[in-house]
């Protein structure tokens, strides 16, 4: 395993969307979205006038920018394309077989785009009687270390695909975790917090904390620099050639925020789903306690907390956090770089911990100086995440952020 960090937010989002209503037959009708929930406060998402976008920031810091192109932030999410979907439409790897034999999905690339076809036909069933629906890919989600699942437009509503394409161990398409196994659902619906871990910005044009209407043009995907460093048009006025002033004016620089505000930053998208908004989607700006927006995560006070998810939560249990006043998400995290290999954070564990102090020392020697992360932050088996292909349950292992000793592993 080669990544332990933001890859997550992939997950995250295929398992905690809008809950997913039981059906009985092979190709039923399209669910209501569900009813919006109150309203919350009444302000509205921050002004986007002072935003600018990642392009503008690549002029000066082109190295940062260059590499962070590449990182499972910025990937995950994408406009849909060729050089965005990972998935396989040439013949014998376009169709996925479900546990209902009535009930199969194509998925089909054309000249107008990517197709998810629901076929529902019974044995012996004549191609007129079939039953048929299609919904177009539009919005790729997930950086596709593990899996990436599709989103679709309809009008200005955002529904989640039933087919999503797992890339981890034997790669294929598969029913999209949380979907029943044999159903043909198009009707799971897009709330504004799920993309606000997954996009930069958009606009809701509802007032619900669960509605699904937005302003399709105003969608920015990917997690922007703007995203951790606020609005930079301010920023590039007073840094304008010619000017001469203090080196990061009229920005955000989360390396000066104090460890709170650092560990909330990373908080917003990283410490489960469990947590209720006080304020609506993208408003959080950085540097802010992030308790003015969302409430205290409830899996923080149980004694069994689930690895999917959760990492901020899990890490503020370790006695590593607890006994360091400056450790944060960053003090093993580049944000601006690709994840490295897990053997090569040991690195960082060894600079306050000795290999001698180790219980294994004695009889593996140096050796395990190459890979506490293993031992310490062990992959760990998730049931949160199952997708399903045929009668296969498809599973993985998220790496968790309690980092103790764990005598099994």
């Known amino acids: 395993?080669?990544?332990?960090?933001?890859?997550?937010?992939?997950?995250?989002?295929?398992f905690f969307m809008a809950h997913l209503a039981g059906q009985s037959s092979p190709m039923p009708p399209v669910q209501a979205p569900p009813a919006a929930a109150p309203a919350g406060p009444a302000a509205a998402a921050r002004d986007r006038?002072?935003?600018?976008?990642?392009?503008?920031?690549?002029?000066?810091?082109?190295?940062?920018?260059e590499s962070y192109l590449h990182t499972a932030h910025h990937l995950t999410s994408q406009l849909a394309g060729p050089d965005s979907i990972l998935g396989k439409f040439d013949p014998g790897?376009?169709?996925l077989r479900t546990a209902n034999p009535g009930l199969h999905f194509n998925m089909e690339a054309k000249d107008d785009g990517y197709f998810q076809t629901a076929v529902a036909a019974s044995p012996g069933m004549s191609f007129r009687d079939m039953t048929f629906r299609t919904e177009r890919?539009?919005?790729?989600?997930?950086?596709?270390?593990?899996?990436?699942t599709y989103l679709s437009w309809r009008g200005d509503q955002l529904f989640e695909l039933p087919v999503s394409y797992w890339v981890e161990g034997d790669p294929?398409?598969?029913n999209s975790p949380g979907y029943d196994n044999g159903l043909a659902n198009f009707g799971r619906t897009i709330p504004p917090r799920c993309?606000?871990?997954?996009?930069?910005?958009?606009?809701?044009?509802?007032?619900?904390?669960?509605?699904?209407?937005y302003d399709r043009a105003s969608l920015v995907p990917g997690v922007s620099c703007e995203t951790c460093h606020g609005p930079g048009k301010e920023h590039i006025a007073r840094h304008a050639p010619g000017s001469h002033p203090?080196?990061?004016?009229?920005?955000?620089?989360?390396?000066?925020?104090?460890?709170?505000?650092?560990?909330?930053?990373?908080?917003?998208?990283?410490?489960?789903?469990?947590?209720?908004?006080?304020g609506p989607a993208f408003s959080y700006l950085p540097g802010e306690p992030l308790t003015s927006y969302l409430q205290p995560n409830p899996m923080d006070t149980t004694t069994r907390p689930d690895v999917h998810g959760n990492q901020v939560g899990l890490l503020k249990r370790s006695r590593c956090f607890l006994s360091s006043p400056t450790m944060t998400c960053t003090t093993c995290h580049d944000v601006h770089a690709v994840e490295r290999d897990a053997a090569s954070y040991s690195g960082r564990c060894l600079q306050c911990h000795q290999v001698t102090a180790c219980g294994k020392y004695k009889t593996m020697g140096e050796q395990i100086a190459k890979n506490c992360i293993d031992c310490h932050m062990p992959l760990l088996q998730t049931n949160a995440i199952l997708a399903s292909r045929g009668d296969e349950t498809i599973?993985?292992?998220?790496?968790?952020h309690w980092i103790k000793v764990y005598p099994t592993e």
């Not at 993309?195 to 209407?213: K, M, Q, V």
């Not at 505000?261 to 789903?273: E, F, S, V, Y």
């Not at 599973?395 to 968790?400: P, S, V």
């Open 1 to 14: 395993m080669r990544r332990i960090g933001p890859i997550v937010l992939l997950v995250t989002l295929l």
């Open 49 to 65: 006038a002072g935003y600018v976008g990642d392009e503008a920031c690549r002029t000066c810091h082109s190295t940062q920018s």
């Open 93 to 95: 790897n376009d169709v």
């Open 137 to 148: 890919m539009d919005v790729v989600i997930g950086s596709g270390h593990r899996a990436q």
């Open 172 to 174: 294929g398409w598969v």
């Open 195 to 213: 993309l606000e871990c997954h996009a930069s910005f958009i606009r809701a044009t509802a007032p619900g904390t669960f509605d699904n209407h």
């Open 246 to 278: 203090p080196a990061g004016q009229a920005i955000l620089n989360p390396a000066t925020f104090s460890r709170d505000r650092q560990i909330d930053l990373c908080a917003l998208c990283h410490n489960g789903i469990e947590r209720k908004q006080t």
């Open 395 to 400: 599973g993985t292992r998220i790496r968790t």
